[in-house]
């Protein structure tokens, strides 16, 4: 079974993943391993600079979880499916509503516990451009017409 | 106030103010910005008439003038507070509110335009994205929107490309950039690039205004594919073909002329020098790679020599140098290291040394001979004229040269300018560092526009732009007015551009009041006014009379109301002859005035003049003001904003900020002069729609004291015996009508919790009469990555295909996905937490 490993620099919760040092190999399944997390046999000097798997053969993409060495020169890596790389392109055709977004839907308007603000506060003053009389005005009343 | 000193430019000055007013409204200005500091700086310059000046700041809504008695204009002032401006036109002439530009935006999203180049369809998008060397991520931004002209964009893609424009251009083509040789480059192009027409026919291109956040200084953008079409068109009119240079040098003693002719027929840093090496050098069916290490303390210059059939590269520097070069391709590799020869021409010494497998060396001058002119024997004098000969690169058009040191543009990848792609492929290799200032914007999701920054010309007018101090490095336009790169010429050319863009179907640019969402949801707009409220009219003249007399009548009418005459006549009506007087107060309101007569008591005429009341009632509008949002979001509003408004003889009053948020205000007291109780309007309006939102009442009668009974009844009242009052009422009694105002006084007087207490008409008398707003904003504490982190709120249907950044699903539905049932759980979990895009 053909297995690649990589390192990989991007966010577990990155869509699309940012691979690099492809490092392609044989490897076995172990006995009564899943698909979604397996774990495999290698046969490799070291292989803990990588973080990262792809098996063709399962068409999809892991998370290392952690080394085991077997013995000099073998390896059996665990695997962790990483089902967001995977199913790139599916999931980039799903429709949804986004509850908070960086740049598509984003709303300035709508509330939520992002906006922040200190305890200080500042104070501004409009002054409309005229009033009542300063000074006043006498008003005397007399009985009779 | 802001009291501005008399003083103010006309002409270009004037249209400076627009341009300044037009940035400053939609970012949002006030007495800090530049823009009103450079015009307080215009206006103090004292250097035109008064009458200039009233002229010119009559037309800036911002400014308000004052006169005096004859006329004259004395006083300019800015309106508004220091930090909260009433700039920009009146909030309750726009039709929809929800667009008004707030003062100042923190979270930037403009109103981005684009026009569909098959169907002309013109789509308003969500967002800039500005991308920013040095940034981590990118972040949203602003940019105001307008459009250019076709020479000042490609004056300014020149520009940017190092090349220097002068007014000789003009005297030689006048029409150098004339648009219908433009458009033939690419017609299906520049039917895309380009916006409309303006009203002289000509082309317009869209450009974003970026502006400095500390310098407010402004540095224009404009899309990659527009800018790619103006160098082809600069191509494709020789701009960027290097012309035969020429050497000379002072001392040719004993220099061959074959040398002198043929050197420097060509120099062009066409070697790009990547670190210490480049690749993929070498052509046909043997490619190789070379680098070279180069120790010296000058620089190494490069040549070739063609002698016959023959190449032969050497390197030349003023100072020892060595040059370990290394040449990789299918045989292997080699290494070479070459030192320089030091060697003596015309007394002149130098160091040179042959140069196989060295192609990278910095400052590389790549040198073509005419074959055979040259024969390796002129290798030193070769290396004696590039040293120490001074190169004239003639100009290839007359009014066009390179900037010093400037970044040049090399064509010779290009072979057809037409192929519009190619040059933009070369543009991006050779100015990466314009990708990566860039703004994008992506109106549909998926087609994502770039726009990159682009130095304008400082001089020259419309068609004719001259370069003017511009330069590529120095994008940004310095209009601070100190030491400032602006002459008239830009100002009318900015100008131009900002006020130009034209309505072409549907498309707006207009900056003070940008164009209405597409879709609005749900309706966003209020209407409908309040009906009017009627003053009633008439009153019992015959039972009493009504006078405003001023100061000195109220001391005669005194005078004789205590003489002996009047106290023995009245007394044979009155037991009391203040019984005749029904009341003195002071009301703070204009009355209406009928006309003059003397002071009758009962049928005795004090002979005392004094105006006579007319109406009742009395009506005094306060004005209104405009209240913007300052920041553009939820912190505008309640619970983070909160606005009162102090009403002189009511006191403060708290106002629903929704309710009069984006509105005009308008305070509008009506008086009863007799009582003086007052009602005050507080009318809000918005969207072209509003009425009466409060009302609050209160008196403004300050009451005097005429017999020691009316005393008693002021100082009950104001000591709250609301009890004793009222008794004294319900009784009839002689204290009856003089205590009734100082019983209304008790009955309006208000008690206020937050910030002002009772506000009878005595006490309100010694208050402010003139209404203001008290607006309490939040001092934010965003933190300036959270976009990336946590993203804005949203509540939006998407296609998640069509997001970018940051985005949290509130509903989703995963379906499609040839996935095992636990993946898809999963799938549905990461996409409610929040994944990247």
């Known amino acids: 079974m053909q297995i690649v490993l990589y390192n990989n620099l991007s966010e577990k919760n990155k869509l699309n993943k940012t691979l690099q040092n492809a490092y392609e190999l044989n490897g076995a399944l172990k006995e009564e391993t899943s698909v979604l997390n397996p774990d495999v046999l290698i046969e490799i000097e070291n292989p803990t600079n990588f973080n990262y798997a792809y098996i063709p053969e399962f068409g999809r993409y892991y998370f290392i979880k952690g080394f085991t060495s077997v013995r000099n020169g073998l390896w059996r890596i665990s695997l962790d499916v990483d089902v967001l790389y995977s199913f790139k392109d599916e999931i980039l055709n799903l429709s949804g509503i986004v509850s908070n977004s960086e740049t598509n839907g984003a709303d300035n308007y709508l509330n939520g516990d992002v906006w922040k603000s200190k305890v200080k506060e500042t104070t501004s003053i409009i002054n409309f451009p005229s009033g009542l009389s300063e000074n006043g005005h006498f008003i005397l009343i007399t009985a009779g017409g | ?837």
């Open chain 2, 1 to 837: 106030m802001e009291i501005l000193a008399s003083g103010i430019t006309t002409g270009w000055g004037s249209q400076w103010e627009t341009l300044a007013n037009a940035i400053n409204s939609y970012y949002g200005g006030g007495v800090d910005s530049a823009q009103y500091q450079r015009v307080v700086q215009m206006l103090n310059s004292g250097e035109y008439t008064m009458e200039e000046m009233d002229a010119i700041i009559g037309n800036i809504p911002e400014f308000s003038r004052t006169y005096n008695s004859a006329g004259e204009l004395v006083q300019v002032s800015w309106k508004g507070s220091a930090t909260t401006s009433n700039a920009g036109s009146s909030i309750a002439s726009e039709i929809n509110s929800n667009v008004t530009t707030a003062t100042k935006s923190q979270f930037e999203t403009a109103q981005t335009i684009t026009k569909d180049a098959q169907t002309g369809t013109v789509t308003i998008g969500d967002t800039l994205t500005k991308y920013k060397t040095g940034q981590l991520a990118p972040t949203t931004a602003k940019g105001v929107f307008s459009s250019a002209i076709a020479g000042v964009t490609a004056a300014g893609v020149g520009i940017t490309l190092a090349k220097t424009i002068d007014g000789a251009l003009y005297n030689a083509l006048p029409a150098f950039w004339d648009e219908h040789g433009m458009s033939a480059i690419n017609p299906e192009t520049w039917s895309y690039i380009t916006a409309g027409e303006n009203d002289f026919g000509s082309a317009l291109f869209n450009l974003i205004f970026g502006i400095d956040p500390e310098t407010n200084n402004p540095t224009a953008y404009i899309d990659e594919t527009t800018f790619a079409y103006m160098t082809a068109y600069m191509i494709s009119q020789g701009v960027f073909d290097i012309a035969d240079e020429h050497a000379s040098i002072d001392d040719t003693t004993g220099l061959p002329q074959s040398v002198i002719d043929a050197l420097p027929l060509a120099c062009s840093e066409s070697l790009q020098f990547t670190g210490d090496y480049i690749s993929g050098r070498g052509t046909g069916s043997d490619p190789a790679s070379e680098y070279a290490t180069i120790t010296g303390s000058s620089p190494v210059y490069y040549y070739v020599i063609q002698d016959g059939s023959s190449i032969v590269a050497y390197a030349c520097s003023l100072e020892p140098f060595t040059l370990d070069a290394y040449t990789h391709n299918r045989y292997g590799e080699y290494h070479t290291t070459h030192t320089g020869s030091k060697a003596t021409y015309n007394n002149k010494e130098f160091y040179y040394c042959q140069a196989d497998g060295a192609s990278a060396l910095d400052r590389v001058y790549y040198y073509t001979a005419t074959p055979n002119i040259l024969s390796f024997a002129d290798r030193i004098e070769c290396a004696y004229v590039i040293l120490f000969g001074v190169h004239e690169e003639p100009q290839t058009i007359a009014g066009i040269t390179d900037q010093p040191n400037g970044k040049r543009f090399n064509i010779s990848g290009i072979s057809d300018p037409s192929d519009i792609n190619s040059v933009l492929n070369a543009l991006k290799n050779q100015y990466p560092e314009l990708w990566q200032d860039r703004y994008e914007i992506s109106p549909d999701g998926e087609t994502v526009i770039k726009y990159i920054p682009i130095s304008l010309p400082t001089g020259g007018t419309g068609n004719q732009p001259t370069t003017d101090g511009a330069s590529q490095t120095e994008p940004e336009v310095d209009i601070s007015g100190e030491g400032s790169n602006v002459t008239d010429e830009l100002i009318k050319t900015l100008i131009d551009m900002i006020q130009n863009a034209k309505t072409t179907e549907g498309m707006e640019s207009d900056m003070q009041t940008p164009t209405q969402p597409v879709n609005p949801n749900p309706a966003d707009t209020g209407s409908g006014s309040t009906p009017p409220a009627v003053i009633p009219t008439g009153t019992a003249k015959s039972l009493f009379a009504i006078y405003n007399p001023s100061q000195t009548e109220i001391n005669n009418f005194g005078a004789w109301l205590w003489s002996p005459a009047f106290v023995d006549q009245l007394l044979k009506l009155f037991n009391d002859p203040m019984q005749s007087i029904i009341g003195l107060h002071k009301i703070f309101a204009q009355p209406t005035i009928s006309g003059t007569d003397t002071i009758h008591v009962g049928y005795l005429d004090s002979g005392v003049s004094s105006n006579v009341v007319g109406a009742q009632y009395v009506t005094v509008s306060c004005g209104s003001v405009n209240l913007s949002e300052y920041f553009g979001n939820v912190f505008d509003y309640d619970p983070f904003t909160d606005v009162q408004i102090y009403l002189p003889f009511i006191g403060i009053e708290k106002l629903n900020t929704g309710d009069v948020m984006r509105g005009s205000i308008e305070v509008v007291y009506h008086v009863d002069v007799i009582t003086g109780a007052c009602l005050a309007e507080i009318n809000v309006t918005r969207d072209l729609g509003g009425g009466t939102i409060y009302t609050y009442s209160g008196n403004c009668a300050v009451q005097y004291p005429i017999s020691s009974g009316s005393y008693m009844g002021i100082v009950a009242s104001l000591a709250s015996i609301a009890g004793g009052v009222v008794g004294t009422i319900a009784s009839g009694g002689a204290l009856a009508p003089v205590a009734f105002g100082a019983v209304n006084g008790a009955l309006n007087a208000r008690t206020r919790v937050e910030h002002s207490g009772g506000f009878s008409g005595n006490s309100g008398a010694m208050g402010i009469k003139k209404p203001y707003l008290i607006i309490t904003r939040p001092q934010t504490a965003l933190a300036d990555t959270f976009p990336m982190f946590n993203g804005y709120p949203a509540n939006k249907s998407v296609v998640i295909g069509t997001c970018s950044g940051f985005i949290k699903c509130d509903k989703i539905h995963v379906e499609n996905i040839n996935a095992t049932t636990e993946e898809l759980s999963e799938i549905e979990s990461l996409l409610k937490d929040g994944i990247i895009i």
